[in-house]
Each structure stands twice: as C-alpha cells, then as structure tokens.
C-alpha cells in the first residue's frame, strides 16, 4: 500500500463522519461539496462532528481517494469506516432514510 493509501485509510478508520471535498465545510469549493454538507446538517450531523479533507490542498490525496475507493469524483462520504458515495448517492439515500440511519451513533 503506498503512503497516500495508508494515509486514507488511516483517516477512514479515525473519523467516524468523513467528507472528502473540495473546500471546506464552512467554505465548500464546488456546488456538489456544499450540498454534501448541507445533506449531512439535515440529518442532524453537527458540523463539528464532520471530519472533512480538503482534496485541493493535496493532489496526492486528490487523486489517491478515487483509486481508494474506485470511485470517479469528490466529494466522497465515509460513515463508521464504510464508503457511502458522492453527493448524488447522499441525496438518494437522505431521500429514503437510509443516510440518517447510517449516521446514527452505535
């Protein structure tokens, strides 16, 4: 596993709520980023219970999460170590339930 590898999965394992994104959760970078915080506010999510990495800081990072989880693009939701998926899949599961289930505390 190479050192950007280990270096996400450690992040996936230490974070309960992690949001791979472009910007941050106070100041997202592109529309599917803030909706992605927004999806997770309306689940009640406290945003400081959100542990997000900002993949314009670090192209290694950038492009090392989508071989990760073989995934195409950011922003990239991983809840209790599990990849959920991008702000399309966020959006259908919030819709269904399915998101808010996922998120509540064990």
Do not use: H
């Amino acid at each position: 596993m190479s050192d950007t590898q280990q270096r996400i999965a450690d992040l996936v394992k230490s974070s309960e709520v992690l949001l791979f994104m472009k910007g941050t959760a106070a100041f997202p970078q592109c529309g599917f980023s803030g909706r992605a915080i927004q999806v997770l506010k309306a689940c009640g999510v406290e945003p400081k219970n959100i542990t997000t990495v900002n993949v314009l800081e670090d192209e290694a990072i950038r492009q090392g999460i989508k071989e990760f989880s073989n995934w195409p693009t950011v922003p990239q939701l991983y809840v209790k170590g599990e990849f959920i998926g991008g702000s399309d899949i966020m959006m259908e599961m919030y819709e269904s339930g399915e998101l808010q289930q996922a998120l509540k505390p064990a």
